[in-house]
């Protein structure tokens, strides 16, 4: 196993490189301490001292790529060491912690440094960072400098741009240089505060600065096949390569190159161009907007202004400016609870400055089009009530009555109830199981493309119209979108896919996660299907016809998925959309989501029926403080998602180090692996682990790229069936004892899902109850009878297995609109026929009802029968009631089920309905044009 590289784990030490470097500052300020006190009382000091030093030596590779406290603030704190000032040496190494812990360095006004620095000789050593600590309001960030300069250019440069500063500078910064490409790959990833960069001049290649913690970042070069060039060249396949590592910040080019080189063939991966003679003020000034372009947020900013304005409010809302409560006697509690601010936004205006989301012109369309630039969308939409409308917008705007659409059967149930009002006939598909843990997978793609090529043969490809999945699942795993979307347009070139990323907005802000999530997969694959190489490749792989698209399928009807260049360039039109519940994983408040577009045929084909769809589901009186909050969220992920998700991997990783290390922990819990969730034909990277006691941490990246499914890093399911509780029984119990919230368990599984609000102390104090369970278990079998610990033993052996996951069962023939062997239903039909209560009939859910099944009796489920966990319609209506089906819901433990009434049971179709509806005619399909 060692030698395998899917298996064996890297860095034993945390997983977040910035994290490390947090500790190892942690270190030196204890050690500093220790020496301190050694040398006071006059002992031998040799060893505290070569610990220091170690730290310092390991703290001057990683400080070589941010500005603060930076190489330079080491290399003094190692002169100090040398020369023994070991009180000095404590003090700043005190207070550099000080200034790291919390991020306090960002918040420092920095004016006296720039004066020292303008007096400091070269060579001389930095002053102490602890005389000048004011601080200011101004957001801070650092620049990276990409140039192969040494150390006195460096500070010409730092000092130059310095000068540039001015009192009404919104921003502050800090600016950082490195000499080669691996140096700033290594910079970009590992210093998230970078905002800009600049590509100087003549830079090398590999770096000097060698440590563990870089490996995963050089990676990047390996994976994006960095091509051997010089000069200019470099620095363009350089940018592309920070832009996809990066796509948020600002690149700058600093060249000589003659005008005729660079006019013009840089591609759009540059913000600006300057010359190298060029003034610093210049740059200086583009730093700023290009920073500043992220910061605005425009809705927010008018909504604020507007807020300040003295206004007389004769329509509705009384709640507006606070004056139904503030004149009141009874309701002050809740102005005094909330503030005031909340209810000076608080009105119904779309003039004054503000805008209309149903039809936004302003502030909303200006915030919605930076969205879209910030998720690598084409057209970005908000919606004030959560991503279940979002999902009935999109489906009722591009889904016709008749319409095949297939969908993922365990998607959440929004969709299942926008297919109903579109009138949808859904093919439903089924994901793999994991029984084990009473949860279900994802669908693989063999599944998704046999039901598609059994639709061809039927010649119904014409009326198929979309693929709805699921990505990231509410238990984190992750699809191939890319991977999914070509296979599938290689047999139907002009399908639209809606992914559900509810709860992966976060994904985009990650260069590991981004390339599973659905903007960035369309993004690629217009790139790739419009160039003219594909098109020159596709040609030659089809004999020279590019309108032979027979690589959609084999003779014997099975894809051909090693086939090259499969899809059509000419036919293929890329049309997909994302809905992301914002409020679950990124900031804004509650309900607060956005639909995504990158659909090729959007205005031609979907933008009037979409507007439309967008009229129907939102209301005219949109939550302005959700849509502000949209906004302000979209800024931050543009500024500091990268870190903000970067911290929560490392969180969530580390939670998993604890769990697994910590010996009373592990004794009752265990965190689920990629292994545990995702079986080996899914899964060929061979990755088994994120994090392994006895071999490190597991390369994610590498099942990022090369596994049909892979695990969202930030969701840790727990194990928890050795403890004896069940998943709704734990639940209650981290609730009512220790106020710690989770939502999804199973029968023997609980989720936790940092998130970019989640912090260090989080994570200890959840490792703290975990060892107080554990204990509080060891405590109570101590002193149990005999009887008491076979009862325990017995509920632990049954929280093992749980009951078999039932698959789809199939639609009853009278909501079928032919006699062809294919499994889409009218789902429609079935939903209103039950209107009538004429139609409908009770039956008991026990094992009576299994056995008459067994027999041979029909049953048709008249509703949604949805079991909380798994929360997704194991029945649906026009769905045939199926032996594992009834099976599987007699074996739940679980305490609600929506649709299922516990004195009368499931509401089942009368036989006489179906017959009538069998013999009545079929609604008419609408067939759309080619």
């Known amino acids: 196993m060692a030698d395998d590289p899917a298996k064996r784990g890297e860095l034993m030490g945390p997983y977040s490189a910035p994290q490390l470097r947090l500790d190892t500052w942690n270190d030196l300020q204890l050690r500093c301490s220790w020496l301190h006190e050694f040398a006071r009382e006059k002992r031998d000091v040799s060893e505290p001292r070569a610990l220091v030093a170690q730290s310092l030596d390991q703290l001057r590779v990683l400080e070589m790529f941010w500005a603060f406290p930076g190489a330079a603030l080491v290399d003094r704190l190692k002169s100090l060491l040398q020369s023994g000032e070991f009180p000095e040496l404590k003090a700043e190494t005190s207070e550099i912690a000080r200034l790291l812990v919390g991020d306090a360095y960002r918040r420092r006004d920095t004016s006296h440094e720039e004066r020292q620095s303008r007096l400091r000789t070269p060579g001389s050593r930095p002053e102490a960072p602890h005389l000048h600590r004011a601080k200011t309001n101004k957001p801070y960030f650092e620049v990276l400098v990409v140039d192969g300069i040494d150390a006195y250019d460096h500070d010409e440069l730092r000092d130059g741009l310095r000068a540039c500063r001015r009192e009404t500078d919104e921003f502050v910064y800090e600016v950082i240089a490195v000499p080669s490409v691996e140096d700033a790959v290594i910079a970009v990833q590992f210093n998230w505060t970078i905002q800009a960069v600049f590509l100087r001049y003549n830079y090398g290649f590999r770096t000097d600065h060698q440590h563990p913690a870089f490996d995963r970042y050089l990676r990047a070069i390996k994976r994006e096949r960095f091509p051997t060039c010089f000069g200019l060249d470099r620095s363009v396949e350089l940018g592309k390569l920070m832009r996809k590592l990066r796509p948020e910040i ?484 981290l609730m009512d004892k220790y106020d710690i919230q989770i939502n999804k368990t199973s029968r023997n599984t609980a989720l936790f899902m940092p998130n970019i609000g989640t912090t260090r102390g989080d994570i200890a104090y959840l490792v703290d109850v975990l060892v107080n369970i554990s204990n509080d278990i060891v405590d109570r079998l101590s002193v149990e009878s005999d009887a008491g610990l076979a009862r325990h033993t017995a509920h632990v052996d049954s929280l093992i297995e749980g009951p078999p996951l039932p698959n789809f069962s199939r639609f009853h023939p009278a909501f079928k609109h032919d006699d062809l062997p294919t499994p889409e239903g009218d789902l429609r039909r079935a939903y209103f026929l039950a209107y009538d209560e004429n139609n409908i009939d009770w039956v008991t859910l026990d094992r009576d009802l299994l056995d008459t099944i067994r027999r041979g009796h029909e049953y048709v489920s008249a509703a949604f029968i949805t079991p909380y966990p798994p929360g997704f319609p194991i029945l649906v209506p026009g769905q045939v009631l199926s032996q594992e089906i009834i099976a599987y819901l007699l074996a739940l433990d679980v305490k609600e089920i929506h649709g299922y009434h516990p004195q009368y049971g499931l509401r089942v179709f009368t036989a006489a309905a179906l017959e009538r509806t069998s013999a009545e005619s079929a609604p008419a399909v609408t067939t759309r044009k080619a």
């Open 250 to 733: 600002d690149l700058y080019l600093v060249t000589d190159s003659p005008l005729d080189r660079v006019a013009g063939n840089l591609g759009t991966d540059f913000r600006r161009v300057f010359y190298r003679l060029e003034q610093y003020m210049e740059q200086h000034l583009s730093i700023l907007k290009g920073v500043r372009s992220r910061f605005e947020a425009p809705f927010f900013d008018a909504l604020r202004k507007y807020s300040a304005k003295p206004t007389g409010v004769f329509h509705a809302l009384p709640i507006a400016r606070g004056k139904s409560m503030s004149s009141g006697h009874w309701a002050k509690d809740l102005l005094d609870f909330y503030g005031a601010n909340i209810f000076m936004a608080e009105t119904s205006a779309t003039s004054g400055g503000l805008d209309s989301l149903l039809q936004p012109r302003g502030p909303i369309k200006r915030a919605q089009d930076l969205a879209a630039r910030a998720f690598g969308a084409r057209q970005t939409f908000f919606v004030t009530n959560g991503t279940s409308t979002a999902n009935k917008i999109v489906s009722q705007a591009l889904i016709q009555p008749g319409d095949i659409v297939l969908i993922d059967r365990d998607c959440h149930k929004s969709h299942h109830y926008a297919l109903v009002l579109a009138g949808a006939m859904p093919v439903y598909l089924d994901s793999y199981a994991l029984p084990q843990y009473s949860m279900y997978g994802a669908v693989p793609l063999a599944e998704i493309e046999r039901q598609l090529l059994a639709l061809k043969e039927a010649g119904k490809l014409d009326r198929v119209r979309m693929l709805i999945l699921t990505n990231c699942t509410f238990d984190g795993l992750t699809y191939d979108p890319e991977r999914v979307m070509e296979r599938v347009l290689a047999i139907k070139p002009d399908m639209i896919f809606l992914w559900d990323e509810a709860w992966f907005a976060f994904g985009r802000f990650s260069p590991s996660l981004r390339r599973r999530t659905a903007m960035a997969a369309a993004q690629n694959l217009r790139q790739k299907f419009r160039s003219p190489a594909y098109t020159a490749a596709h040609r030659e792989a089809n004999g020279g016809d590019i309108r032979d698209n027979s690589p959609a399928g084999s003779s014997n009807g099975e894809p051909a998925a090693d086939q090259p260049c499969p899809v059509d360039p000419e036919a293929v039109r890329i049309r997909v959309y994302a809905t992301q519940s914002t409020h679950k994983t990124l900031t804004s408040l509650r309900q607060g989501s956005m639909i995504h577009v990158f659909d090729e045929d959007f205005e031609q084909h979907a933008a009037d029926s979409f507007r439309e769809a967008f009229m129907t589901h939102t209301s005219t009186s949109p939550n302005y403080q959700i849509v502000a909050s949209l906004d302000v969220g979209r800024r931050q992920v543009e500024l500091e998602g990268y870190e903000m998700v970067e911290q929560t991997i490392g969180l969530a990783m580390t939670l998993r180090q604890r769990i697994s290390e910590h010996p009373d922990i592990a004794r009752f819990f265990s965190v689920l692996r990629p292994s545990d969730m995702i079986p080996a034909e899914h899964r060929p990277s061979g990755l088994q682990f994120y994090y392994d006691s006895e071999h490190g941490w597991g390369q994610l990246d590498r099942a990022y790229g090369m596994d049909e499914f892979a695990l969202d890093p930030t969701r840790v399911t727990l194990y928890i069936g050795a403890t004896g509780m069940d998943g709704d029984t734990f639940r209650h119990l």
